[in-house]
């Protein structure tokens, strides 16, 4: 589930920020209103204020399309977590949710999507798992899936918390 004050947190509400000063710098500039008072206020109120306000309200939009989102979990399984997740198709990154349960990887999308429904792993078909870092690897969240057919791409939050569960569960599938 996403969390306040994460590095994607900040990083989201800098984003926001900065181009929100930047924009109305440029504004005030061009309509003969610019004051150095003028610029710290707008700098406090977008960077300070603006940005935090729009990162948490992204968090709360995050953590409510969580909830509703249901993946119907197969007979005789048990979830051993949800995570909050993107699933790459072709040039959309599908937004949903993916549960890991003790024989399946269940990807389901909410209803915002283009490529809507849901992507099921068998865990016996994971080859293996490989990681990577988006936005200049500042965001650890990039988990590769492959099987013998096909690459999955996830961006998974709490990406360490889900590689940890799903190393454990394929561990003690082979030893079964």
Known sequence: MQKF???EFWLTAGIFGISMFIIMCVFVTLSDGF???????????????AGPLFAAMMVIFARYSFKKISIEIPPGEEVLGEYGANLKRSAEAVG?????TDKHLIF???????????????LADI???????SFFG????????HTKEAVFTFN???RSDFLTQLDAQQ???TLE
Do not use: D, Y
């Not at 004051?35 to 204020?49: E, K, L, T, V």
């Not at 080859?127 to 870092?133: A, D, E, L, R, S």
């Open 35 to 49: 004051s150095w008072s003028m610029i710290i206020i707008m700098a406090i109120a977008h960077i300070g204020i």
């Open 5 to 7: 004050f994460t590095r």
């Open 127 to 133: 080859t293996h798992t490989t990681t990577k870092n």
């Open 171 to 173: 561990q003690q599938s």
């Open 96 to 100: 949903g949710k993916v549960a890991l």
């Open 156 to 158: 998974i939050q709490n």
């Open 108 to 122: 389901q999308s909410h209803q915002l999507n283009i490529q809507s429904g849901p992507q099921i792993i068998a």
């Open 138 to 145: 500042w965001v650890q969240n990039i988990v590769e899936v």
